[in-house]
């Protein structure tokens, strides 16, 4: 062609939750191996059941003729009042004036199809040498879309695991500091794939950095609703005082309806600053383009959300999680090289293998059991530029037949893996648990 056409951020749009997939695919269908797929974070598609009344709900909304019709560009009237009327009645932390969360309004809140589709934007109409500042580990439809959006390495601080995952802020301030094409910190709380909530003062910490240098906050609030183990947080909007800031929500983990792509962004503090005004602008006349987003979930919000059952439905689901988290946990304790911090939120826990365990010299020659001599060669044959955590689900998929994702792919330089918690048949949930321990055991000391 005359002209190159491919975009400079072409190269770093990486998903491996989904491109392991393939790989996992090919081994089940050449050798037959039934595949567990501990990969996607799919509550439905492992077995959870959907609350006959929220199915009632939906039902007679499908029943409505306006379910089938366009919706406001922005999102239904009556699905952004209900959550701008829900984020104003969190509760305030304390007096200090700094904690007055911002009121919001229908306006300050957009409907995207899912957050994939909101992050793709929020990050696509940033002006392209605005920086966003995102976690390590991170999950990766963020870190590959800012990325993408500016055609460099995603910009990261540390989450520590030697501090339960919490942000290294020290990190976060001094690279916020030294590089001043960064306009913006992102976190996410509760965390994926890490499992961390942030207390408030960690929050309040990212706030304040926000205050001194000028930036915006972006909080994916994903999982907001699932915290046990007696972690507490808060939301964005409860300590962002003025600072301009945005946090993501979506219906696809805590109703939970993933395959609705219904989720949207509260925007705080929108004129206090014109270039945020006109960037929150850019990102509502980008969904104009498209009309608007599916009338149907956001329909089913207030209807739902605003039932006198779904207080009692959160809190459920919050504690399932917090039982298995704890089984995933006791799968791995006393494993040498291996350490699970025990997740506090999210859907997800994430094991590290200790960086001398794991390569000692000899990463390549690690294996783990398989039965077919050909399935082992053809593992061998794929691994050689791998990375070392990217080898182990290899061969744990050629093993074992469960999918899980190395934690190279989390824009991470930690070795690992994440596993879901969402298995929801509970003897086989401790068995893949189990197996999961077993398999890093065995992998290490091979
Ligand atoms: C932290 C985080 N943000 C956003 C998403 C995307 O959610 P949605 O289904 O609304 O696109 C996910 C999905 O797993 C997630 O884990």
């Given at each position: 062609m005359r002209r190159n056409i491919v975009h400079p951020g072409a190269g770093k749009l990486k998903y491996e939750i989904r491109e392991i997939v393939s790989f996992a695919t090919e081994i089940a269908t050449r050798w037959n191996i039934p595949i567990q797929w501990e990969n996607i974070g799919d509550p439905v598609k492992k077995g959870e059941p959907i609350a006959q009344w929220i199915k009632d709900i939906v039902r007679e909304k499908v029943s409505e003729?306006?379910?089938y019709a366009y919706s406001e560009t922005e999102g239904a009237l009556a699905a952004r009042e209900f959550i701008a009327a829900r984020a104003n009645k969190?509760?305030?932390?304390?007096?200090?004036?700094?904690?007055?969360p911002p009121r919001i309004s229908a306006a300050d809140v957009l409907f995207f199809n899912g957050l994939g589709d909101a992050v793709a934007k929020v990050f696509g109409f940033l002006r392209r040498e605005a920086r966003v500042l995102g976690p390590s580990p991170a999950y990766s439809t963020l870190s590959s879309a800012e990325a993408a959006h500016s055609g460099y390495e995603h910009l990261t601080y540390r989450l520590d695991p030697e501090r339960n995952w919490m942000p290294d802020m020290n990190d976060v301030e001094l690279k916020v500091k030294y590089n001043d094409s960064i306009a913006g910190i992102l976190l996410i709380n509760p965390d994926n794939p890490t499992g961390a909530v942030y207390p408030v003062e960690v929050l309040r910490e990212f706030v304040r950095i926000a205050k001194v240098y000028g930036l915006f906050l972006i909080c994916d609030e994903t999982y907001a609703n699932i915290v046990y183990g007696g972690a507490k947080t808060a939301a964005l909007s409860q300590v962002i005082g003025g600072v301009p800031g945005l946090a993501l929500r979506s219906l696809s983990k805590e109703i939970p309806w993933p395959g609705a792509r219904c989720g949207w962004v509260e925007v705080y503090n929108r004129k206090a600053d014109h270039r945020f005004d006109a960037y929150i602008r850019s990102l509502v006349d980008s969904k104009r383009l498209e009309v608007c987003s599916t009338t149907l979930p956001q329909l089913c919000i207030a209807p739902v959300m605003g039932d006198s059952r779904y207080p009692a439905h959160l809190a459920e689901r919050a504690e399932m999680f917090g039982r298995r988290a704890c089984e995933a946990s006791s799968a791995f304790e006393?494993?040498?090289?291996v350490k699970l911090i025990k997740p506090?939120?999210?859907?997800y826990a994430t094991v590290i293998f200790d960086r001398e365990a794991l390569n000692g010299g000899r990463s390549l020659e690690r294996s783990l059991p398989v039965k077919d001599a050909a399935l082992a060669e053809f593992i061998r044959g794929k691994i050689?530029?791998?990375?070392p955590d990217k080898r182990f689900v290899y061969w744990l998929l050629a093993s074992t037949g469960i999918c899980v994702v190395p934690l190279s792919g989390f824009a991470s330089e930690l070795p690992g893996f994440r596993f879901t918690l969402?298995?929801?048949d509970d003897q086989k949930r401790r068995e893949i648990f189990k197996t999961l321990g077993e398999a890093s055991r065995a992998y290490l000391e091979s």
């Open positions: 003729d306006l379910s969190r509760e305030k932390l304390n007096a200090g004036q700094e904690d007055t006393g494993i040498p090289g506090r939120g999210a859907l050689t530029d791998l990375a969402l298995e929801y």
